[in-house]
């Protein structure tokens, strides 16, 4: 059981390293959006942004599912 909590732990903890980098990647897509001129670049921040969210969409899901683990072994 100890095992089963230190790993849940451990989750959790690359979880929140991992969602605190996709919140800084996701303000540098933004700020880059903000500068770009060209069309393309334009294009290419969107499709950035978009694929940035993705991301943290899915990482806050894993968190959801870590959190829900721990409440059920409590």
């Known amino acids: 059981?100890?095992?089963k909590t230190d790993n849940l732990l451990l989750a959790r903890e690359e979880l929140l390293n991992e969602i605190e980098d996709i919140k800084q990647s996701l303000a540098n897509a933004h700020s880059n959006f903000e500068y770009a001129?060209?069309?393309d670049l334009v294009d290419s921040c969107i499709y950035e942004v978009n694929a940035i969210q993705y991301r943290y969409k899915y990482l806050l899901k894993e968190m959801r599912k870590v959190e829900n683990l721990s409440k059920s072994q409590a």
């Open 1 to 3: 059981m100890k095992k």
């Open 37 to 39: 001129c060209d069309p």
